[in-house]
């Protein structure tokens, strides 16, 4: 709330972040799986003899690189870049709590890819031992980076009795971190098998090196799957009661769980059946429809795991619109915001108006009575402002994610001003109103000149009985 406001149009900040993760997360399972698969391929391509085979786990090797190094990297600071402009106060809170974790996982980082480049260019020219000990440095670097930012993630979705102050181990262990922790290593596994099952069907003509590839890779992919399973379960058991009951309640969530299960299963199935029981069935075609099943089932996963935080950013810990829920933090939570109002409590909106808006100053102070005083079209223009830092996180205005509009079409403005007032109660997915009951009126005035009419031929209203 102390920093000027990232406005995303249609899509809200918050669904970018949520798109560019997801991006991020198909690879970087891959970066982790495709690791290990590097290392007992090449290790067991080495004991055979296998010319061939390592022929093209070099050629897999540079598919590798180029896919996780340079997309990786880019997604992963694209992750940084807009979780700073999107939710500064939950990355400020992150980084606090985590300084010493994100210092950990980046020296992982920093050995992974130095094995991945030393793995690759110096194929051929290191001993046989030495590259498959590369091979497994990377690819056990790799897993401990995952393990440390999943228990920053898993973090985010139920810190469990954390409180603000209390140990980073109280933070990094909490409930979650166990269940994704599974569901993610499951997810390297399944992921990366599928890679190597698209980028082999695609690339090798030899039926014999395909058969061995196929055979090869579909123990993991099953375990893979087996353990996405019996993490997403746990994941589920350890939500926090909340986030269980925005998960039911949500109807788009219950047909993406439902989507989830079969997805998984049909994949479970296809695994089964090619590559285990009937190498030499990956044709790219079907390689590909395996591929996509899988990408579906992580992508939708993603999306739900980050949709039942709601009203949180961070558990208990930083709400959904940038504000403390308790009064650990004085002005910055609901309570102090609801006496000094949200206006004044920001750093950036305190400035906005007092440049803008002079008329609604008493001395140095925002006065809530002259707030009411100004112009409609001020008004209004305050009330926008109220919304985009209230509310935008997770409405957009007229069209796009989750819209304010469609909601209050043909609402009057005392109707939008009951959901104001009573915002956590309207719907327990949404934060507290955490402002004045003179900016209540402000963004409802907002809200009532934005509200589309009530549609054409709809059921007619019964007349409002005139009071006598
Ligand atoms: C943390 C996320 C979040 C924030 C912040 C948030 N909302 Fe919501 N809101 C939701 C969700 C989720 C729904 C349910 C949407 C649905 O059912 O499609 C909802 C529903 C609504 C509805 C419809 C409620 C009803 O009675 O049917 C309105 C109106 C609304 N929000 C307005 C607002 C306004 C105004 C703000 C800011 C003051 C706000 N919301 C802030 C998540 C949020």
Known sequence: MHYPWWYVPYVTAPM???????????????AVGGGLFLAVETGKAYRSGDREYLAYLKRHGRFFILL??????????????????????????????????????????????????????????????????????????????????????AFMLN???????????????????????????????????????????????????????EQRSARPAL??????????????????????????RAAALNVFMGLIFALTAAVFVLLYLGP?????????????ALFLFGIAVFSIGEFVREAV?????????????????????????????????????????????????????????????RLLALPHSDRIALGEVLFQYHCNDCHAIHQGYSAVGPLIRGRSPAMIRAVIDDLHGAHFFMPPWAGTPEEAELITNYLAEIAPPRPEGMFPLPAVQEAP
């Open 68 to 153: 996780t190094v340079v997309f990786g990297a880019i997604t992963g600071v694209g992750i940084w870049w807009t979780i700073g402009l999107a939710s500064p106060l939950a990355t400020e809170v992150l980084i606090r709590t985590f300084v010493f974790g994100w210092a950990i996982e980046w020296v992982f980082f920093f050995v992974e890819i130095t094995a991945a480049f030393v793995f690759y260019y110096y194929w051929g020219r290191l001993a046989e031992k030495t590259h498959v000990a590369i091979g497994w440095i990377y690819a056990m670097a790799a897993w401990i980076s995952l393990v440390l930012i999943t228990g920053i993630t």
């Open 159 to 213: 810190p469990g009795d954390w409180r603000p102050g209390d140990s980073f181990w109280k933070a990094f262990l909490n409930p979650q971190f166990i269940p994704q922790t599974i569901a993610r290593t499951g997810g390297a596994l399944l992921l990366s098998s599928l890679y190597v099952y698209l980028h082999a069907s695609l690339t090798i003509r030899d039926g014999r090196l395909r058969d061995l590839i």
């Open 309 to 369: 935080r709601k009203p949180y950013i961070i558990y208990n810990v930083v709400l959904g619109n940038q504000v403390l829920p308790g009064d650990v933090f004085g002005s910055e939570a609901v309570p102090g915001l609801q006496k000094t109002g949200y206006l004044e409590g920001g750093i950036w909106t305190r400035e906005y108006v007092k440049q803008h808006y002079p008329g609604a100053l008493d001395g140095d102070r925002i006065d809530e009575k």
């Open 276 to 288: 285990y029981r009937n190498p030499g069935w990956l044709s790219p075609g079907f390689a590909l």
């Open 223 to 248: 375990l893979g799957a087996a353990l996405v399973t019996a993490g997403g379960l746990s994941w589920y058991g350890f939500l926090p009661e909340l986030a269980q009951a925005v998960l039911v």
């Open 16 to 30: 970018l972040i949520a798109v560019i993760s997801v991006v991020h997360v198909l690879v970087s399972h891959y």
